[in-house]
């Protein structure tokens, strides 16, 4: 019971203190803020989309699977970790699918994740499928699960498995 609490607590430091930089196809440097910005108007370009996962969220847990309609990926960062985290893409029957795995041996690798407003904390699996098709985003979490948001008045929860769907897009 106390890794999850200190995990938490460490994910929450993290997301007050951490800002990367990185440069542009120019050499110019861009800050996180710049970076969300245009991945909201590339994901914009990609037709409408469910508001349910902008506000800003942690969500903490061991596997983490996100599935949604073509433009999905644009609204998707997932955070590659080489050697401590093994990144896998492919074309699958039901559409586009990425995964991210904690490395076979290691304790205490995150695999950190950002969806719109929501950043993801998944302690062993991270999966997101593409779909074609007209179908709703869903954002389903299982183990030690916990959904806190940062702001506004939705209430925290902990559960063993939580299932979100935005449809509204």
């Given at each position: 019971?106390?890794?999850?609490?200190?995990l938490?607590?460490l994910?929450?430091?993290c997301?007050?203190?951490?800002?990367?930089?990185?440069?542009d196809?120019?050499?110019n440097?861009?800050?996180?803020?710049t970076?969300?910005?245009?991945r909201?108007?590339?994901?914009?370009?990609?037709?409408p989309?469910t508001?349910?996962?902008y506000?800003p969220?942690?969500l903490?847990?061991?596997d983490?699977?996100?599935?949604?309609?073509?433009?999905?990926l644009?609204?998707?960062?997932?955070?590659?970790d080489e050697?401590?985290?093994?990144?896998?893409?492919r074309?699958?029957?039901?559409?586009?699918?990425?995964?991210a795995?904690v490395?076979?041996?290691?304790?205490?690798?995150?695999?950190?994740a950002q969806?719109?407003?929501?950043?993801?904390?998944?302690?062993?699996r991270?999966?997101a499928?593409?779909?074609?098709?007209d179908?709703?985003?869903?954002?389903?979490?299982?183990?030690?699960?916990?959904?806190?948001?940062?702001?506004?008045?939705?209430?925290?929860?902990?559960a063993?498995?939580?299932?979100?769907?935005g449809?509204?897009?």
């Amino acid at each position: 019971m106390k890794r999850p609490l200190l995990l938490i607590a460490l994910a929450s430091l993290c997301l007050a203190a951490c800002r990367t930089t990185v440069t542009d196809e120019d050499g110019n440097l861009v800050d996180d803020t710049t970076r969300l910005a245009t991945r909201a108007e590339e994901a914009a370009a990609q037709g409408p989309w469910t508001a349910r996962f902008y506000d800003p969220v942690l969500l903490v847990a061991d596997d983490v699977f996100i599935e949604g309609p073509k433009g999905l990926l644009a609204h998707l960062a997932i955070r590659q970790d080489e050697g401590r985290v093994l990144f896998v893409q492919r074309t699958i029957p039901e559409g586009l699918l990425q995964q991210a795995l904690v490395a076979e041996g290691l304790e205490g690798v995150e695999i950190r994740a950002q969806l719109d407003g929501v950043e993801i904390v998944a302690l062993k699996r991270l999966r997101a499928l593409e779909r074609p098709g007209d179908v709703p985003v869903r954002l389903e979490a299982n183990g030690e699960v916990l959904w806190r948001p940062l702001q506004g008045a939705e209430p925290e929860r902990r559960a063993a498995r939580i299932e979100i769907v935005g449809d509204d897009g």
